[in-house]
């Protein structure tokens, strides 16, 4: 059944066969989302004159759209920290969600009672949170990091639509009908809103940190690279061309794995260092290579050959970056440089 399911979301995923027209699509339908963001909470701004400014501690009902403005404008804060932070949002169903949460935004600002009808309206956001991470992870091609991320963030959306359900519950209880009244529930409701904020921004910050060292091509793990393709190369079998090249390929979870060039009397039976190095990798139950670096002891840097470049581009797509150096120079590309129509079957 599940597997059902995630075959039907992945039909959605967008995909126009590259890379940078796929991230210029994502960018321009989160452009179109923060607009409509925009557009709620400006819609929303004529809400606010019909409050007399004396009394407002006593209006609960400005309370309740006050709850709501901060409910939105968090969210479209999380939504533009998770797009940077988080993994990628590649399905239209996730960008469909937008928009239903968008409307339940609007009726939160526009249609303030009954109180009950509020409530569900926050667990609908909150469950609609839920699906929207759900559907992202159904993504086939997910690195072990994402789908991590991701089901810490499916955790946590889970949780507070439960408590919301449980807010709604308490109302037909006695006791909390008669001691708890509706500013109450606003308070609640304002620090889980509060409460969700920083549980899942730390959710994403934590699992960013060992992507962000590589995306950001930290000096420390370029040179680790350099320093294990270098050794490498000196394992090289090479007595036929003489020529040594030493690879070294950093996992998603920041482990690096090594490989040499292995030459055979029939040359044909020669192993590339790139390919040890990714079979080393795979062996050991990693799935995603997030950058390699190739060594090679010739005067010119060299980078890999087409046959490794496939290999790449399947195991880490195009943002995969490649090192190729030599004892004098280094030069990085991404494997959507060097590759950019990789085979896909």
């Not at 006050?66 to 939105?72: E, G, I, P, R």
């Amino acid at each position: 059944m599940l597997r059902c399911v995630s075959s039907i979301v992945n039909l959605f995923e967008i995909n126009l066969r590259d890379e940078s027209k796929n991230r210029d699509l994502y960018r321009s339908l989160r452009e179109l989302v923060t607009i409509l963001f925009a557009v709620v909470l400006g819609v929303g701004l004529s809400e606010l004159g019909g409050f007399k400014k004396l009394d407002l501690w006593q209006q609960s009902d400005f309370w309740v759209l006050f709850l709501a403005y901060v409910a939105v404008i968090l969210s479209w804060w999380g939504y533009h920290w998770g797009t940077i932070v988080g993994p990628s949002e590649t399905n239209a169903v996730n960008y469909f969600i937008d928009c239903i949460l968008l409307i339940i935004y609007w009726y939160l600002i526009n249609i303030r009672e009954p109180f009950r009808f509020v409530l569900f309206c926050y667990l609908g956001m909150f469950t609609l949170y839920w699906i929207w991470e759900v559907v992202r992870s159904c993504k086939e091609q997910r690195t072990q990091w994402a789908r991590t991320v991701i089901k810490k963030a499916i955790r946590v959306n889970f949780l507070f639509a439960m408590l919301i359900v449980v807010l709604i519950l308490s109302q037909n209880y006695g006791w909390f009908k008669t001691h708890v009244k509706t500013g109450h529930y606003i308070g609640i409701l304002f620090l889980l809103i509060v409460l969700y904020r920083i549980f899942i921004h730390l959710v994403y910050k934590a699992g960013k940190q060992v992507l962000v060292q590589v995306e950001a091509g930290g000096n420390d793990s370029e040179n680790s690279l350099f320093d294990s393709a270098r050794a490498a190369a000196r394992n090289a079998k090479s007595h036929l061309s003489n020529f040594r090249v030493g690879a070294a390929v950093l996992s998603e979870t920041g482990k690096i794995y090594q490989g040499c060039n292995i030459e055979f009397d029939n040359y044909s039976n020669t192993i590339h260092a790139e390919e040890a190095a990714l079979s080393a990798l795979i062996t050991a139950g990693e799935r995603k290579p997030v950058a390699i670096a190739v060594f090679t002891s010739s005067e010119n840097i060299c980078w890999p050959c087409g046959m490794c470049l496939q290999s790449l581009f399947e195991l880490g797509e195009g943002e995969l970056k490649v090192i190729a150096c030599n004892e004098n120079s280094s030069e990085t590309k991404t494997i959507g440089d060097l590759l950019p129509e990789g085979f896909r079957l």
